[in-house]
């Protein structure tokens, strides 16, 4: 493992091409789906090795409800599997788990598991596994503006500090470093506020073969960018 001096505070993922993956096994896609979540673990305790701070993994966006029916309650039941044997070790290792998106197409058996861990997990201060699931970066500003209404707020109150607080990411930091595995150049819905001035980092490699190899080909790379948030 190198050493990497200057690790993102805040890394997001776009998990792509575990459909890909299964399919070059001549796998069922679910197979990919199941394959990419157990790559989940090894990434985020790689990062901690490198002192990463926040991960935001997007696991399920608005749009990934247009898929089989079967494909979608599978991914459903891989987030349950999840909650129910990866709780414990995150609250162990002192991490908070957030979620970020919608849960209200969630089965309220679903949805009590999750407010549980988060819930759990919630004064844990080592790192911050943040989980896109039913999100939209564009139905997340809808949302917002929804809330900024019901709350009254006038035009004059309005300012992007006040905006940000309305978002899922309340109080997070925006990512740093957005990373998209299988091979797409695209945001795909993902973070559309926060991603203002994310370095981007786009990979072919799939993301259940993103190992911890690719991890610090990736951080290196972060590494060498200048950012420069529109000053010189
Ligand atoms: C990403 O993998 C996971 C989700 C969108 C849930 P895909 O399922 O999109 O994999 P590909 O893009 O078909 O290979
Ligand atoms: C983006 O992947 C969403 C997630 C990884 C959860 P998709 O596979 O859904 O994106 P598109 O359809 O290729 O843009
Ligand atoms: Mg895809």
């Not at 926040?54 to 987030?79: C, D, M, Q």
């Amino acid at each position: 493992m190198s050493q990497i001096n200057y690790p993102p505070q805040h890394i997001a993922i776009i998990m792509d091409g575990n459909g890909r993956w299964a399919k070059k096994r001549g796998l069922p896609r679910i197979a990919g789906h199941q394959a990419g979540g157990n790559n989940i673990r090894p990434t985020f305790q790689s990062l901690i090795n490198y002192g990463v701070k926040y991960l935001t993994l997007y696991a399920f966006s608005t749009e990934n409800w247009n898929r089989p029916k079967t494909e979608v309650s599978g991914l459903i039941h891989l987030l349950t599997q999840k909650i129910d044997r990866e709780t414990e070790n995150l609250h162990k290792n002192n991490i908070r788990l957030i979620h970020i998106g919608k849960t209200n197409k969630l089965s309220i058996k679903l949805q009590q598991k999750l407010s549980a861990a988060i819930s759990l997990t919630k004064n844990n201060t080592a790192f911050t596994l943040c989980l896109a699931f039913d999100y939209g970066g564009r139905d997340e500003i809808v949302q917002a503006t929804k809330r900024i209404i019901d709350a009254g707020l006038s035009s004059a109150e309005l300012d992007e500090t006040v905006f940000s607080q309305y978002l899922f990411t309340s109080g997070l930091p925006n990512p740093d470093f957005i990373i998209r595995t299988g091979g797409e150049n695209r945001l795909s819905n993902f973070l559309l506020w926060q991603a203002s001035y994310s370095e981007l980092y786009f990979t072919p490699v799939l993301w259940p073969d993103f190992n911890q190899k690719e991890i610090e080909k990736a951080l290196i790379e972060y590494e060498h960018r200048k950012r420069r948030f529109g000053a010189i």
